[in-house]
């Protein structure tokens, strides 16, 4: 289907990368995670800044990507519509769980050029959510439109048996299981070492794999150490939050991400820069 492939490409450039900021956590952690910085709980000042440093695409839930929209008209960002979602504030037994919060026509309407939807892989919601990936999935293919999949383990049975979510056994398992279901784009953990992550993206046979940005690192040059490491595994790229909008001033972090993204840029050098 040229239509997905062509949306799909808004986010890469020419060489199959990409940096896309992430900002559901208002929803999926609360307003909390913006006090660092509180005036970037206004959508349309981080999306401006985000915008201006030159980051290729950005990911929202529906509420936000209609507040922030207009800072992306005439821009050459794609934008990523996410419809699953869950808050912090329900009983703790159901935070293995995401629910759709909106539909792929909405996200159309938006302007959207992917939607996105999270399947937690060893949860016991397991199959709802494949269920809502695939009713997603389905509806968006048809229309022409590229479905990215959040592909994170976490359950029980995985602390169990491999310890923590991050083994890249599971990680791997996850994302063949994403590329299995006709995902378009995987975003995931990071394994802990080039070589896994390796075989992360091998198992997506194909399909683009982005690194879940994670917590914000105090020294900003280890967070481009690890970016660097999934470029060099092969990665296309990373989806980034918290290390982009709890910074102070979040565009020396993007310009350094962009030359370790794109131009496989040193770390200590591209933070210099
Ligand atoms: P970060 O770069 O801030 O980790 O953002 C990526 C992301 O997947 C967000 O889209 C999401 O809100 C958050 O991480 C979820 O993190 P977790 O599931 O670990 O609480």
Redo the contacts with the bound molecule.
């Keep these: 289907n040229i239509g997905i492939k062509r949306r799909l490409r808004r986010f890469f450039r020419r060489n199959g990368r990409a940096l896309i900021f ?1 900002m ?2 208002g929803f ?2 609360g307003p909390t995670d913006f006090e660092e910085n509180w005036e970037h709980i206004k959508p349309g000042i981080i999306i401006r800044k985000v915008v201006r440093a030159g980051v290729d695409g950005v ?1 929202m839930l529906p509420g936000i990507a209609r507040i922030a929209g207009e800072e992306l008209i005439g821009k050459d960002v794609g934008l990523m519509v996410k419809l699953t979602s869950k808050t912090g504030l329900r009983p703790k037994e159901e935070w293995l769980m995401q629910d759709q919060l909106g539909f792929v026509e909405d996200a159309i309407k938006l302007g959207a050029d992917a939607v996105a939807a999270t399947v937690y892989w060893g949860s016991p919601y397991e199959g709802a959510m494949m269920r809502q990936f695939a009713e997603i999935a389905s509806y968006a293919h048809d229309l022409g439109y590229p479905v990215v999949q ?1 592909a ?1 383990p976490r359950g029980p049975y995985i602390n169990e048996k491999y310890g923590k979510k991050e083994d890249y056994r599971v990680v791997m398992y996850g994302a063949r299981a994403a590329a299995e279901m006709g995902a378009d784009m995987i ?1 995931t953990y990071w394994t802990g070492s080039r070589e896994t992550f390796a075989k992360v993206v091998d198992a997506a046979s194909g399909v683009p794999v982005l690194l ?4 914000k690192t105090d020294n900003p040059v280890d967070f481009l150490k690890l970016v660097w490491e999934v470029i060099e595994a092969g990665g296309s790229g990373a ?5 982009i909008f709890q910074r102070e001033n979040p565009e020396p972090m993007i310009k350094a991400l962009l030359r370790v993204i794109h131009r496989n840029e040193d770390p200590e050098e591209a933070a210099k820069a």
């Design positions: 992430a559901d956590h999926e952690h990911m959040f994170y975003k879940s940005g994670g917590a989806v980034v939050g918290r290390n």
